[in-house]
């Protein structure tokens, strides 16, 4: 902990603005080319040694790793924003929850996009069972990332406020590789000689408390013997991350790795619709695969999907939470007047309403002067079907061309509108396969994870778990990180 002198220090130079203004090239320390290159091999040395890593192919040693795609230095953030959308993540997860559990507003916000949307219509006929056969478990268990890029409030850039993307019911990814990257930049600051405090790059927890969740949920299970079965694909390290979490906190639970394929064989009911898999009884559904239309290819996925949400297992989300992800949900959210039907509290109101920009639907009476807008200054939306997973969204020649051919059709339904974030730029070098590592002009986006259980009659967790920040250049449209656009990150706050 720190002495009064230091505490005096810390103050003194935190309350001194001007000392972190010029840092954003580089922090202050021009690198000469030498000077890159070894600062690049020891930091993503660093990021290996952390756990910042992605899995590549499969060796006869099963798995291969290289460093994840990360930004060299922290990037540049007002504490206030970080502030914000941290204190913002319990009303939202509440307000998901709500919308999750409202029969009719669903049926409302759905009932255009059904005949159009083959993928999120199976969703729904999967929501519509087991809302009609009534729950075999009661207890609601997700984990969510909220997304928000951030946009200037001032012409300097130096007030900022957070809007929010999108809210992830459904496999939020990339917390592992959030938590590793808070050492790596501590490390690359230490290289350059700058000088920082700790809470500057502040801790970041998200680890601790999702697996908390995975704990909780598993304790409500109530049979020591079942397990937590980790749906998954492949070559995504996340969920390892999560299992070390709940080791750490019970060896005593046993977590289990199945995908589609092995379920469809493998997976069986016992009485009272015990879900069983392998012989052995399943507590806790973890899904982080499933979201994807590919991840469907013939009816046996649906059929096994069906199964799993009818089961007594709990599940991490629940398909009706997983169907209030959708976009077409956050699009209805931000007309007039509905927060106001899931929340009391007009503060919260007001600060949840802030973080939104503009979205729209495509066929309401008036959507003609909106989708004239789009397709004359198309640089200005972003058009966005009910899909998670990166690499789904429209911008600019193509989003005008497809409103061109869909602007009288049906399928517009199918799509939101919504208008592209002015995301407040800066600069930092992306160390990226393909991408030289020169100090370019990128933009971030900061997740805020949540944990949020709850029974129909209370509210059992609801709490936020730490962050993700992704930082891309300025001129790539979207920011996936397992397609490698987008560099894991850190905040310097400011
Ligand atoms: P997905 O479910 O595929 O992740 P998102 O809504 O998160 O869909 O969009 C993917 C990416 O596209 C975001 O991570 C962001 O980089 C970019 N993006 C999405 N919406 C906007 C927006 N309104 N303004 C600017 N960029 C956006
Ligand atoms: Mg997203």
Redesign the pocket.
């Known amino acids: 902990m720190y002495s009064d002198v230091q505490k005096d220090d810390l103050k003194r130079r935190n309350a001194d603005m001007s000392r972190v203004k010029p840092v954003e090239e580089d922090y202050g320390k021009p690198l000469t080319p030498e000077r890159l290159d070894e600062m690049i091999q020891r930091v993503t040395g660093w990021a290996l040694l952390n756990g910042a890593q992605r899995k590549i192919t499969a060796t006869e040693f099963r798995e291969r790793v290289e460093p994840v795609a990360i930004t060299l230095f922290p990037s540049i953030l007002p504490v206030d924003v970080l502030r914000k959308a941290k204190s913002l993540q319990t009303s939202f997860q509440t307000l998901i929850y709500k919308v999750a559990n409202d029969h009719e507003f669903m049926k409302e916000c759905f009932s255009g996009l059904l005949s159009v949307d083959a993928f999120t219509k199976q969703l729904w006929d999967i929501y519509e069972t087991v809302t009609n056969e009534g729950p075999a478990q009661e207890v609601s268990f997700t984990i969510t990332r909220n997304?928000f890029?951030m946009e200037s409030t001032e012409e300097d850039g130096a007030k900022q406020d957070c809007?929010q993307?999108?809210i992830?019911t459904f496999a939020a990814s990339g917390c592992g590789v959030a938590n590793s990257m808070v050492d790596v930049h501590r490390y690359s600051l230490s290289l350059q000689d700058f000088p920082f405090e700790e809470e500057q790059l502040p801790e970041n927890n998200s680890i601790d408390g999702l697996a908390q969740g995975l704990v909780k949920a598993w304790q409500l299970y109530k049979n020591k013997r079942a397990v937590i079965l980790f749906v998954v694909e492949p070559c995504t390290p996340d969920h390892r991350w999560l299992e070390r979490g709940v080791y750490r906190l019970d060896r005593s639970i046993k977590v289990i790795y199945r995908t589609f394929p092995q379920l469809i064989i493998q997976m069986s009911f016992g009485e009272n619709r015990k879900l069983i898999v392998d012989g052995a009884e399943v507590a806790v559904v973890y899904y982080r695969y499933g979201y994807a239309p590919k991840h469907y290819p013939t009816d046996a996925e649906f059929k096994l999907r069906l199964g799993m949400e009818r089961s007594r297992a709990i599940k991490c989300p629940t398909v009706a939470v997983h169907l209030a992800g959708c976009?077409k949900i956050q699009q209805v959210l931000a007309e007039p007047g509905v927060l106001e039907r899931f929340i009391d509290d007009t503060d919260v109101i007001k600060d949840i309403r802030s973080t939104f920009?503009g979205l729209y639907r495509l066929d309401a009476k008036d959507s003609s002067k909106i989708i004239t807008q789009a397709i004359q200054t198309p640089e200005r939306f972003?058009l966005?079907p009910q899909?998670?997973?990166?690499?789904?969204?429209l911008f600019g020649d193509d989003l005008r061309n497809y409103l061109e051919k869909i602007k009288e059709s049906p399928e517009r339904s199918a799509w939101t509108l919504?208008?592209?974030?002015q995301?407040k730029r800066h600069r930092n070098r992306l160390i990226r396969a393909g991408l030289g590592p020169e100090c370019r002009n990128v933009v971030s986006?900061l997740g805020i994870y949540g944990v949020h259980i709850s029974t129909p009659s209370s509210v059992l967790e609801n709490f936020e778990s730490g962050y993700l920040i992704?930082t891309?250049s300025e001129e790539?449209?979207?920011?996936?990180l397992c397609e490698g656009i987008?560099c894991v990150d850190t905040p310097f706050l400011v």
């Open positions: 997304d890029m809007k993307v999108e992830n976009k920009v972003v966005k899909r998670e997973g990166g690499g789904n969204n919504m208008d592209r974030i995301a986006e992704r891309k790539a449209n979207e920011g996936g987008s």
